[in-house]
């Protein structure tokens, strides 16, 4: 029986190291692409900023009101990766919880 129960546990915690490494994977993944796109967007920024300082009237507020509408876009973007990893850290968390073996009891 302890060995029985040695096993259930070996194999459990077996599986929450191949799910936490694939959550890892997924993570790293997630905050290459965000610091990519975080990048990209400064860069958008910074030329339609570039741009206004040179331009006149109407055509310099619309390039304010671009580069202010990207980095809003991009804040909200952000937003929801960071809502979408956490969920699906929450959905990893509950599956682990329900492989998990009721103990027995004597």
Known sequence: MAQARA???A???ARIDQLTARLEAQLD???QRSEQIKSETEAKVRALKEKAEKARGDVKASLK???TRIRQ???K???RL???LASQLRGAAAKLEE????????
């Open 99 to 106: 492989e998990e073996p009721q103990p027995v009891h004597q």
């Open 65 to 67: 009101a671009e580069a």
């Open 29 to 31: 993944q997630a905050r």
């Open 77 to 79: 973007s952000d937003k």
């Open 7 to 9: 096993d259930r546990k």
């Open 11 to 13: 194999k459990l915690q």
């Open 73 to 75: 876009d991009y804040v």
């Open 82 to 84: 960071k809502h979408l």
